[in-house]
């Protein structure tokens, strides 16, 4: 008796019964976006993109803001992989139309 397919069983008498696998279900892997300091972009900015695009209230904004000015880098939030990309790139054009050298980032967790 050969088998062909992994997912189909054939008895003894040529009827073939198909067996279910279970999907493999992972959570998708988390990614943190990260705000980088420079010399250049004004604080409030930083608290608009911050509130605009990772929906903080001003007092969350403000900390974060405040990490990214002493730490050098702040985390802005954990996402999945392709909300982080979209993060990042919104955070990079906003900065770019508004003529600041402001840097976005992603790391995975």
Same mark, same amino acid.
């Given at each position: ?39 250049? =972009? ?6 608009? #993109?911050? *509130? /605009? ?6 007092? %969350? !904004?403000? +900390? ?10 702040? =985390? ?6 392709? #909300?982080? *990309? /979209? ?6 054009? %906003? !900065?770019? +139309? ?12």
């Amino acid at each position: 008796m050969s088998q062909e397919n992994n997912d189909d069983f054939v008895d003894g008498f040529g009827s073939t019964a198909v067996t279910e696998r279970k999907p493999d279900v992972r959570k998708p892997s988390l990614y943190k976006v990260l705000i980088h300091n420079d010399d250049y =972009t004004p604080m409030d900015f930083v608290v608009m #993109i911050l *509130e /605009t695009y990772f929906s903080k209230d001003k007092a %969350a !904004a403000t +900390e974060i803001m405040l990490a990214v000015h002493h730490k050098g880098v702040g =985390t802005c939030g954990v996402y999945p992989f392709e #909300i982080a *990309e /979209t993060k990042v790139m919104q955070v990079m054009e %906003a !900065a770019r +139309e508004n003529e600041h050298p402001l840097q976005c980032t992603m790391e995975k967790v």
